[in-house]
Nanobody
Framework: QVQLVESGGGLVQAGGSLRLSCAAS????????MGWYRQPPGGQRELVAT???????NYAGSVKGRFTISRDNAKNTVYLQMNSLKPEDTAVYYCHADSSLRYWGQGTQVTVSS
């Protein structure tokens, strides 16, 4: 079992920045990829960014160049630095961790006002 605890969401004006954190505990030795998805109001959950244990990253086209995912394996934590935020980035952001199963955090709300 892996437990994920997210933090760092909130309300920000367009053009601003936020940093999300997700700390993993439990069977952390089994974790391979970690990352973030988001679910906008009335929308489907969608990929934001992922990072492998090796450090290789993958981004959704809509956030490339604005968001940066990073991972501290020593702290079992993944971060999402979000810059130049837009109102369309408003969503609940979910952290995930992949081992033999995919584990999800509880979600953190990000609201970007215009």
């Amino acid at each position: 079992q892996v437990q994920l605890v997210e933090s760092g969401g909130g309300l920000v004006q367009a053009g601003g920045s936020l940093r999300l954190s997700c700390a993993a505990s439990g069977s952390i030795f089994s974790i391979n990829a970690m990352g973030w998805y988001r679910q906008p109001p009335g929308g489907q959950r969608e990929l934001v960014a992922t990072v492998a244990r090796s450090g290789s990253t993958n981004y959704a086209g809509s956030v490339k160049g604005r968001f940066t995912i990073s991972r501290d394996n020593a702290k079992n934590t993944v971060y999402l630095q979000m810059n130049s935020l837009k109102p369309e980035d408003t969503a609940v952001y979910y952290c995930h961790a992949d081992s033999s199963l995919r584990y999800w955090g509880q979600g953190t709300q990000v609201t970007v006002s215009s």
